[in-house]
């Protein structure tokens, strides 16, 4: 079965600093994987994809994401941070099996600081 | 172009009792998947419909059932609710295609007292 992992519940970093919000999978065979994020009391909001081809994925707000196959990892990257990035991510891998189900990591709760 | 809708936003129910939430996808889309966010488990896959059929299911018990309509809008029910099925419920509609995005509505927020 398919799986993700976010090792760190909580990322603090200051307003203009990179931010990176860790993620690592584990599929088997192709993996179509996703980032999330979400606001509170709202629903989740779409940021990036990565199916195949380049390994940097470039998203939304500014997000992008590099997928790095030998260590089984796609971090969510922002050269530079704003306090409105303040939310919590979510890393997701699309079940192998077909179809939309998508497996999520616990999530990663990101603060930003001026 | 209109987003997903979800309703009702807010629901208090109480143990044994039964409820059933309203899911509207984004206009020309035809998957609806269902998922379950809970401070313990995360977020947690139901299930998903593609066409009017039951494309996939997650590990819940038979109590949580789901349909969807010819018009692409989805309903899931729980029945014999339990204090532990209090939880933020999503849903996410995409075109359909496997690699597609899946776009979230705004969730139903179900308490069981």
């Known amino acids: 079965a398919q799986s993700v992992a976010q090792p760190e519940d909580q990322v603090n970093v200051a307003e203009g600093n990179p931010l990176t919000v860790k993620c690592t999978y584990s599929v088997s065979g192709n993996p179509y994987l996703f980032w999330y994020v979400q606001y509170p009391n709202r629903g989740l909001q779409f940021l990036l994809k990565y199916i195949t081809g380049d390994n940097l994925v470039k998203g939304s707000y500014g997000f992008e994401a590099e997928f790095n196959k030998s260590q089984t990892s796609f971090h969510l990257k922002k050269p530079s941070a704003l306090v409105s990035d303040s939310a919590l991510y979510f890393c997701?891998?699309?079940?192998?099996?077909?179809?939309?189900?998508?497996?999520f990591g616990t999530g990663t709760q990101l603060k930003v600081e001026l | 172009k209109a987003g997903v809708t979800q309703t009702p936003r807010y629901l208090i129910k109480t143990r044994g009792q039964q409820v059933t939430l309203s899911c509207s996808p984004i206009s020309g889309h035809r998957s609806v998947s269902w998922y379950q966010q809970t401070p313990g488990q995360g977020l947690q896959f139901l299930f998903e419909?593609?066409?009017?059929?039951?494309?996939n299911k997650g590990n819940f018990p038979g109590r949580f059932s789901g349909r969807q309509f010819s018009n692409s809008r989805s309903e899931m029910n729980v029945s014999t609710l339990e204090l532990g099925d209090s939880a933020l419920y999503l849903c996410?509609?995409?075109?359909?295609?496997?690699?597609?995005?899946?776009?979230f509505g705004p969730g139903t927020r179900l308490t069981v007292l």
């Open positions: 997701a891998v699309r079940d192998t099996g077909g179809g939309n189900k998508l497996t």
């Open positions: 419909y593609f066409s009017e059929t039951q494309r």
């Open positions: 996410a509609s995409s075109l359909g295609a496997d690699v597609d995005e899946q776009f």
